[in-house]
């Protein structure tokens, strides 16, 4: 195993995802996060939506084009807080992988996050498959994270729901390994809508 990776998986490496709950708050104010229950669903849908709505990004930025993924992957969010969010996560990513690193990855129109991360871990030397499996865990992480922060669960309980995703997590990665950019997709509907109504919310902790 390719020990740079626990570093990069560390929420001590500053990514810019702890400030985001990837709509979660959104879906908590919404009476839609309830408990236990209600989060696993939502995790489970947020595996999905990440492995054919980000990581086909990532793969076209790792290993072709990373401008042109990044053209695409703006034009595919069309959810504004997403979009915004998705570049904001996107510039701390490549500040923190350059800091690290010491190389700095190519310019981005945008800077979205999944493109950014795939460039810059190209640049590293890490491969695809870990860059994948790295970015996934990583979303799914930060939600579950913005969840205990939103006090819908403890963090034992955050960590025995975290390791029940894990054959979740490898069936995703398996099932999506070779789709590009003209493949993504929104499976998850409710997570992106939800998301939509970050900036009206009375009160937030986060910033999507």
Known sequence: MDSRLLQLADSAFPAGAFAHSFGFEALRQLGLLSGE???????????WHTALGALPFLHDAHGGDPAAADRACDVFLS??????ASRAQGRAFLLAAEATFG????PLPFAHVAVASGAALAIAAIGLEDARQLFLFGAVRSALSASVRLGVLGPLAAQRLLYALHPLLDEAL??????TAADACVPAPLLDTAQTTQDRLYSRLFQS
Do not use: D, F, K
């Open 174 to 179: 398996a099932a999506t390994g070779g789709l």
């Open 79 to 84: 959810n504004h807080v997403a979009n915004r």
């Open 103 to 106: 190389v700095a990855a190519p």
């Open 37 to 47: 229950e209600a989060l696993t669903v939502r995790l489970r849908e947020l595996v």
